[in-house]
């Protein structure tokens, strides 16, 4: 196992990784902007780097910062988390260019995953299902109205290099498909430098599930059963659960087995999650790939009494899958709940503030994973995910009702301070949700209905929170930054000078 791991990332996440590395025994660096110096990971910590100011592009984008913090500390590898550099397939090359283990698939096959067309190409050929549509990208939007003629409105036009909840657009009518695709194709260029799109059909009133799978470098690979995680805003998941509750076992059965086949022809390893919509009928729709950790991880490791981040760091290491998937085994039900710092009654948005009171839940069966305390400052500059409430029953009845009892005992206050936690629990009392009746629309049908024109308000969700500098998203295929000033020859950026952000700092622990 390696002696010092590096924790490219912040929050509950980062705390997470460094207590899976405490119980293996491994040391580790935690990097840090300025706004985050006194948070829990970096208390925890055996090294803490500050690497940049509390803009996200300056610190926790800053791959030449980070690579240099790890060279400078000692570190063997690097564990990005989720957000941030996490499926930045430069960022991984480049950490292997300066000697460094990324804890995640190659470059290659990231690179190729995270071009939304490439995936359903290489998805298709693996015998995965896709929704009806274009499997490569349209150039034209004659091409776009050829595709959706023929697979019947409404369909969503989507940015191949699309994340985060942007790039897609919904049409609901030929009439509206050629501003559409403009307006797809020209913010996707601005958001992602490319401005490819394809189009499928939108499945309006479909469940999101997800297949947890975890492969090795040596060709093995298990699934850990699904996750359901329909209910969600504006593309971010809110509430998540394993197994996925009301289908079939034939049909939990059949995309667990098409998933890890997927994974596996691509040479995918670590941990990864395949995700797909499935329809009223229970077919199953390949919408993609993600290589890193969810943020909904706990909820499969509670069923499974698996640790998914000690597994990816063996992975990672280069030891042989430990598991074979007849030692996997689900047991019960668990449901996860973010608590995110937004204000229901103002459009959810965000309210961030230094906590005054912060008692988080206990009790039988229920785990919180959070960054928080009293004292603590909820910053602007980053994601407003304070914490996930996940808890664990024999069925789904006493889930649900653990699940309601413990964010009830949840206390935060502070100043201007609001959580999702009210809209949650309203959630958890809806009737179509409790009998597992709900699909990714449910969200939106409990809210008042938005004014004006939302084209993407009831696109499919992604797992990666909002990519704007305040959130733990990464750009497409960033360039990063020579602090010198100057490119290696073949245009490849070095990264071992000490950013221009300033000095980079770290203490021993």
Known sequence: MFDKVLIANRGEIALRVLRACRELGVRTVVV???????SLPVRLADEAVRIGPAASRRSYLNAAAIVEAARQTGAQAVHPGYGFLSEDADFAEICAENGLVFVGPPPQVMAA?????TARALMSRAGLPLPPGSVRTLPTVGEA???AAEVGYPVIVKAAAGGGGRGMTVVRSAAELPRAYARTRAAAQVAFGDDRVYVERYLADARHVEVQVLCDGHGNGVHLGTRDCSVQRRHQKLIEEAPAPALRQATLDTVAEVALRG?????FTGAGTVEFLVDEAERCHFLEINCRIQVEHPVTEMITGIDLVQEQLHVAFGTPLRLRQSDVRLDGVAIECRVNVEDPDRDFAPAPG????????????TRVDTHGHVGYPVSPHYDSLLAKVAVWAPDRDAALDRLDRALAEFDVAGPGVRTTIPFARRVLREPAFRAARHTTALVERLLAPPAGDAPTADAPPTDAPPADDAAEASPARAVVPDPRGAAEPGGRTPVSAVPAAGPTTWRNR
Do not use: M, N, Y
């Open 32 to 38: 840090h902007s300025s706004a985050d110096a006194d």
């Open 113 to 117: 995953l995270a071009d939304k067309s």
């Open 145 to 147: 109205q050829e595709v």
């Open 263 to 267: 994974a596996l022809s691509v040479g």
């Open 354 to 365: 230094r906590l005054e009171r912060f008692r988080p839940p206990g009790g039988p069966f």
